[in-house]
């Protein structure tokens, strides 16, 4: 049986993506707890107090434990603070507070005696667990939003963003709150941009640790945000399907971590690791807890379907249409059958660029493609598949487009 490709049908157009600039104006990493601007546009910090320096997502991290702990930044990067459009960033973990009071902490500020002219703010209510922010012109033209922070994470990853009149929070790359202000707001001001150190008579001074600042001179869109987004917290593996008798082993974010544990035991061979090997008998929601030094405790899942191999049909076989290698390691980056113990006779599975070239062949149907052709990575694009095989005897032929994603 010949397989003729249909290229009017499976042609690929895609405009090129010029892929415009996240404008980023200023990037503290903390790397050495030092307060320089990594982008090399020339903003800088200035240390106030003994501000400590702890383990951070990267390297190293801002610790503010004590009262007078503060950082002042000036810089070019101040402009975005102007009528444009602009995008702040930055992860922070509190700290925990024995003694919680209704009051906030001034998490930074680029503010003037405490007054809403010209005014950007973000604080934060330990006692509430609540992240809040503001931009305002005078007493009549603000927009504030306000979120409570993930209670399943330690990290949070705060972005915020200023779009013409709309000015929008996430949490940990996650849409929260919005609010269109009645005209654009200008926030041109000359006072520094200060980290901790308060700024109204009722603030509290910042606790916690704090990490990767930003700043973009462009309101980032939701698939940008996630790019920066250290995922930390998390168990990076996917909700996922094995076959009965099958082991697995998670990808997990190791951020600082103090100690992990997993439950519940059963499949687990080590559940005091961050990445143990997971045999399960059963469909099983498995947690990870992750404790820091701090006691703060973080938790997330992953769902595991099990599939007994000699329930599956093998006249429904499950090829997907579209993979993303090397953008998120360990997810979606491979491209094969998805029910391959469906097949009963393996003949062959066969990958074809759209000019007809052969890019992959497998050998069994455990196989899968990642996404190179002679070593190097494939072009992104629509390529087609054709996959043999016996079922009951009988040969079929599936055959169809995937989609790769760059």
Same mark, same amino acid.
């Given at each position: 049986m010949r397989f003729f490709f249909l290229l009017s049908?499976?042609?690929?157009?895609?405009?090129? *993506?010029?892929?415009?600039?996240?404008?980023?104006?200023?990037? $503290?990493?903390?790397?050495?707890?030092?307060?320089?601007d990594d982008s090399g546009n020339g903003s800088s910090g200035a240390l106030k107090g003994g501000?400590?320096?702890?383990?951070?997502?990267?390297d190293s991290a801002m610790y503010f434990l004590d009262n007078n702990d503060a950082l002042n930044l000036v810089g070019p990067f101040a402009d975005v603070f102007s009528t444009s459009d602009f995008t702040v960033s930055f992860y922070f973990r509190p700290t925990p507070q024995s003694s919680q009071q209704n009051a906030s902490q001034l998490v930074m500020a680029k503010q003037d005696s405490c007054n809403l002219n010209n005014a950007f703010w973000v604080r934060y209510n330990d006692k509430f667990g609540r992240i809040s922010a503001g931009i305002s012109?005078? #007493?009549t033209l603000l927009a504030t939003v306000t979120s409570e922070l993930?209670?399943?994470?330690?990290?949070?990853?705060?972005?915020?963003?200023?779009?013409?009149?709309?000015?929008?929070?996430?949490v940990n790359g996650i849409w929260r709150d919005a609010r269109t202000s009645a005209a654009r707001i200008d926030l041109t001001?000359?006072? =520094?941009?200060?980290?901790? #150190? =308060?700024?109204? =008579?009722?603030?509290?001074?910042?606790?916690?640790?704090?990490?990767?600042? +930003?700043?973009?001179?462009? *309101?980032?869109?939701? #698939?940008?945000?996630?790019?920066?987004?250290?995922r930390a917290d998390?168990?990076?593996? +996917?909700?996922?399907?094995?076959?009965?008798?099958?082991? $697995?082993? =998670?990808?997990?974010?190791q951020i600082c971590v103090g100690q992990y544990i997993w439950s519940p035991l059963t499949g687990v061979d080590n559940p005091s690791v961050a990445q143990p090997l997971i045999t399960p008998t059963e469909t099983t929601t498995y947690k990870i807890t992750f404790t820091y030094d701090d006691d703060c405790i973080a938790q997330d899942t992953v769902h595991v379907t099990v599939v007994d191999p000699a329930t599956l049909d093998c006249n429904q076989v499950f090829i997907p249409n579209a993979f993303t290698p090397t953008e998120t390691p360990g997810i979606n980056d491979k491209f094969g059958i998805s029910n391959p113990f469906a097949v009963d006779?393996?003949?062959?599975?066969e990958i074809f660029d759209r000019w007809g070239g052969r890019v992959f062949a497998a050998n069994t149907a455990l196989e899968t493609w990642d996404g190179t052709t002679n070593g190097k990575p494939a072009n992104p694009g629509v390529f087609l598949y054709r996959l043999r095989y016996k079922c009951d005897g009988v040969e079929k032929v599936k055959a169809g487009s995937l989609t790769l994603l760059r």
């Open positions: 049908l499976f042609f690929f157009s895609a405009a090129a *993506a010029s892929g415009q600039s996240d404008k980023l104006e200023a990037y $503290f990493s903390f790397d050495n707890c030092k307060g320089i501000i400590g320096c702890t383990c951070g997502l990267r012109e005078n #007493d993930d209670p399943n994470a330690c990290w949070q990853y705060i972005t915020l963003t200023r779009s013409n009149m709309l000015f929008t929070l996430y001001n000359t006072t =520094p941009l200060v980290i901790g #150190d =308060p700024v109204c =008579p009722l603030d509290l001074e910042l606790k916690g640790i704090f990490d990767e600042l +930003r700043f973009h001179s462009k *309101a980032l869109n939701e #698939d940008e945000i996630k790019k920066y987004n250290l998390q168990i990076l593996t +996917r909700d996922t399907l094995i076959y009965l008798g099958n082991s $697995f082993q =998670p990808s997990v974010s006779e393996f003949i062959s599975f």
